[in-house]
């Protein structure tokens, strides 16, 4: 995880190292700048895969020309190194894989990197160029101001004048000043493929559960690839208990115990399911209770840093901010469990679908949209504090498998409940009381919804409401929902909340 600033076109540096500043909490390790022409990069970087020497912005290519700022991590690194060469590489740093991409070919490099990525890349012979995963796993935002395209991690970054102009930069989408805004490749999984002939009410062949639990179990053994040292957020929900399994027994290979960490209020569901897969796999787990009025008063700072104000957001970013400052005191990466409810149809609203085909639709369209909805979530809380999460069931080849398989399994039945694709692949890797628990959004599961519901209600009056809803299209829903866009508009004066902030049915 990194903070980036980048530009191209007339640009004062002053706003640049500004920017910058805005972005301290994302980069710990130190932070510098590069200038070549019309290209500006900059970076508050923290360091993961190469501390000794993956500083920001990082130099590669022959000539030691080509300049790089990114967030995020390139998963096949080790194989672009292998086929370039090692002695075209001067660090261990896994973007450096970009840059000996982008000597190669140019803005095309980004169709060759799987990850989550944003990266701003320049070079005097190759251009400049700003791209983005397809999934958009790693923030970046930018304004166009005339001739000029300035990027930055969070929008919190950007000058005041410039915040009404604030778009979210496309995920799998490259910029060049040259060719503009183009495709990097098709959004993974948009029809499913396999086993097609199959009855709704056949079982699936044994094979497709071996292949959902090798390919989680290789995404987080990819995950675990740092000199940082790696915990899990633990929700006692069965993801992120998935997660905390197979990084237990991987640490045990390693002569490690794993770190866990889970939060919630004092008789919250949360923390005894969480109690228990910690004891089942005798991780070094730690949890913290807090109160009522400890997640009511560090409200407004949540908002800020999430950059949104969709009360479903909010109720399950203020424990994540709780547990992230937990895991912050002991590690510097964290497993999350986000994305395997979009993937495996976990969330209650999905069970009314009966016919396969509309399931998928509203997966893939959900998925399309996490850039702005939960991905936001885990990256800013966790951002805020020094902390970078990292996302197994979002990992591009578990993505695609997923999404690939006949959505008939997916749907909810008195035989199958919901995630039952995920749950029977990892069957014996849990307690079944957690293996087969009944699914709590993180915000339900830690006791949140309500008490922040009814207290922000009703700091707001019928009359304000009436007032004041229609401020945005479509109009606030809630009481509690114009609470928390005060307190966004507050902490990101001039930001388009309609352009910018993503929004949900459920709120």
Request: hydrophobic fraction near 40%.
């Amino acid at each position: 995880m990194s903070g980036l600033v980048a530009a191209h076109g007339s640009f004062d540096p002053k706003a640049g190292l500004r920017m910058l500043e805005r972005l301290t909490h994302r980069g710990p390790h130190g932070q510098d700048h590069w200038q070549s022409g019309d290209a500006w990069l900059g970076s508050r970087y923290l360091s993961i895969v190469d501390p000794q020497s993956g500083d920001q912005p990082l130099t590669g290519g022959a000539e030691r020309s080509i300049c790089l700022v990114g967030d995020g991590m390139i998963h096949n690194h080790h194989r672009i190194r292998a086929e370039a060469g090692p002695d075209r590489f001067y660090t261990d740093s896994d973007l450096e894989a970009a840059i000996v991409l982008f000597e190669d070919h140019g803005a095309a490099a980004f169709e060759r990197m799987w990850g989550p990525f944003a990266l701003a890349i320049a070079d005097a012979n190759r251009g400049f160029a700003v791209g983005r995963d397809v999934l958009g796993l790693s923030p970046l935002y930018w304004v166009r101001d005339g001739e000029t395209a300035i990027f930055a991690s969070e929008m919190k970054a950007f000058d005041k004048h410039l915040r009404p102009q604030v778009e979210p930069f496309p995920p799998g989408h490259v910029w060049t000043p040259e060719t503009g805004l183009e495709a990097i490749r098709e959004f993974p999984g948009a029809s499913p493929v396999l086993l097609q002939s199959r009855a709704p009410y056949e079982d699936p062949p044994e094979w497709v559960f071996d292949a959902i639990r090798e390919t989680l179990v290789r995404a987080v053994e990819r995950s675990l690839d740092s000199q940082q040292p790696v915990g899990v957020l633990l929700s006692g929900g069965v993801d992120s208990s998935i997660l905390t399994a197979i990084a237990a027994r991987r640490s045990a290979v390693a002569g490690r115990r794993l770190k866990t960490f889970a939060v919630g209020l004092s008789d919250s569901g949360d923390l005894r399911a969480a109690r228990s897969v910690a004891d089942f796999w005798d991780t070094d787990h730690r949890e913290l209770v807090y109160t009522a009025e400890d997640a009511i008063e560090v409200v407004p700072e949540v908002i800020a840093g999430l950059e949104s104000f969709d009360p479903t957001l909010v109720h399950s970013a203020v424990p994540n901010f709780f547990v992230s400052r937990l895991a912050a005191r002991h590690v510097k990466i964290v497993l999350v469990g986000e994305g395997a409810d979009e993937l495996f149809a976990g969330y209650t609203h999905y069970g009314r679908h009966e016919v396969g085909e509309e399931l998928h639709a509203e997966l893939l369209h959900t998925l399309k949209g996490m850039h702005i909805g939960g991905l936001q979530r885990v990256d800013r809380v966790a951002g805020a504090l020094g902390v970078e999460p990292r996302l197994p069931f979002l990992d591009l080849d578990m993505v695609e498998l997923t999404m690939s398989l006949a959505p008939e399994w997916k749907l909810v039945t008195d035989s199958r409940p919901a995630k039952w694709l995920l749950r029977r692949a990892f069957d014996g890797w849990l307690p079944d009381e957690v293996l087969w628990r009944r699914k709590e959004q993180f915000g339900e599961g830690t006791g949140m919804n309500d008490v922040l519901r009814e207290h922000f209600e009703a700091t707001i009056t019928a009359q304000e409401f009436a007032a004041e809803a229609d401020v945005l299209q479509p109009p606030l829903r809630t009481f509690e929902e114009l609470a928390y866009y005060r307190m966004f508009t507050r902490s990101l004066k001039g930001v388009d909340a309609g352009v910018t902030v993503g929004r949900f049915a459920d709120a």
